[in-house]
């Protein structure tokens, strides 16, 4: 084990070759490949906000082989608050509810991987590994809603890790959310890459004949080999497609999202994706280019070279072609979408794909007007 200096700043974005990235500072925060079977990233580098930054040294004794294999483990967050408000321009929604930290799904491309290093912890594959669950996340919204003044809009759950992650099964803290949301008549928009939520249907499917619910199934691809390597432990692309279908057939308002687009990866599969949903009932259909913030970007490049070398260049250079030169740009109106001739035919393709299978042609908007604020919730009553 050896200690540096953190770096304040994330390194400049380079091209690196297969012989670089084995051979340069990334083989040191490189975690064997028999431990980290399931998992999608290899690097485990120290957050950024760390005094010391720590990284594998090998010593030439092979003591690292005999490491078990890495395990998930949970950890309890009594917190303070739940309902996380935004105020950012290219977002439809303020508010949004976030039941754990990190994710399991363990997406290599997933631009909260970055929060991670808030908790002191790696947005590589300690947000994979080492995760978060608030169990008092129902009580928190009950009072949140509950407090005078409290104006109702639609709340977003999933649009940082995805509250239907294998954790889910044991603390059913999404469910207990959508009971709290039911029983107020609160309209919630959900996104997640898991069948799981099909769990729920029972709830879902009384939210939405009052038109309180939408979910959206995330499906980036239909290559169940490339879907394992990307997104180890989320649900495969049929089973995305599955759920698609029994939320529609329950009568539950349901949209696919291609969240993220992969230019020389998964840009090809657009029309191949959109019409699969539609065929399993999706009305709705969106799309977000990938995204490479902080950390993510040499995750991301670290597994395009494990797993798509041939593809490594393009790849990169496409997406720096629709970032201003960079591997991201997080201007408003653009981090979403990019810009350039390829972002442009990117949209273009979607956007006709969509009209051609009968997405999109009426965009839903939920409603707030039956909402029934509860009394009291957990919040401490007055005095006189």
């Known amino acids: ?39 999608a990233a290899a690097l485990n580098k120290s957050g950024r906000f760390e005094p010391l930054a720590r990284e594998n040294f090998n010593d030439g004794w092979d003591s690292l082989d005999d490491l078990p294999p890495l395990k998930t483990e949970v950890q ?3 917190a303070r608050t739940i309902i996380t408000r935004n105020e950012s321009p290219d ?7 976030n039941p754990y930290r990190g994710c399991e799904h363990g997406c290599i491309y997933c631009f909260a991987r970055p929060s991670h290093a808030f908790m002191g912890l790696s947005p590589g594959l300690d947000f994979e590994t080492r995760l978060f669950a608030k169990p008092n996340a ?9 407090r005078p003044g409290y104006t ?12 239907y992650q294998p954790l889910e099964r044991g603390y059913e803290l999404m469910r207990e959310i959508l009971e709290v949301l039911d029983t107020c008549s609160h309209p919630v928009a959900i996104v997640t890459k898991s ?14 004949e009052r038109n309180l619910v939408k979910v959206a199934l995330s499906v980036t691809t239909l290559d169940r080999k490339l879907c394992r390597a990307m997104e180890p432990r989320a649900s495969a692309p049929h089973k995305r497609l599955d759920a698609i279908k029994a939320l529609s057939e329950a009568g539950i308002p349901t949209s696919v999202m291609m969240a993220p687009v992969i230019p020389a990866l998964t840009d090809s599969e657009i029309e191949a994706i959109l019409e699969a949903a539609a065929e399993h009932g999706a009305n709705e259909a969106a799309f977000i280019l990938l995204r490479l913030p902080l950390e993510v ?39 979403m979408r990019g810009r350039g001739p390829y972002a442009d035919q990117i949209a273009k393709r979607f956007s006709l794909a969509a009209k051609r299978f009968g997405l999109n042609l009426r965009r839903r908007k939920l409603s707030t007007d039956a909402f029934v604020q509860p009394q009291k919730g957990g919040v401490q009553l007055d005095l006189f």
Not at 13 to 37: C, I, K, Y
Not at 92 to 97: K, L
């Open 1 to 39: 084990m050896t200690l540096r200096p953190p770096l304040n700043e994330p390194p400049a974005p380079v091209e690196l070759t297969p012989v670089e990235l084995d051979h340069g500072a990334a083989e040191a925060a490189t975690v064997p490949e028999d431990r980290r079977r399931g998992r």
């Open 76 to 78: 309890e967050e009594r």
């Open 91 to 97: 977002l439809s929604f303020d508010r949004s509810i």
């Open 138 to 146: 129902a009580q928190l919204l009950e009072r949140e809603l509950s």
């Open 152 to 163: 109702p809009r639609v709340i977003a759950i999933g649009t940082n890790t995805d509250p």
């Open 195 to 208: 069948a799981l939520v099909t769990r729920d249907i029972d709830i879902l499917s009384r939210m939405a």
């Open 297 to 335: 970007s040499e995750l991301f490049r670290d597994w395009l070279l494990r797993h798509r070398p041939d593809r490594y260049r393009h790849v990169m250079n496409l997406i720096r072609s629709m970032r201003g030169g960079k591997d991201y740009d997080a201007k408003w109106g653009e981090r």
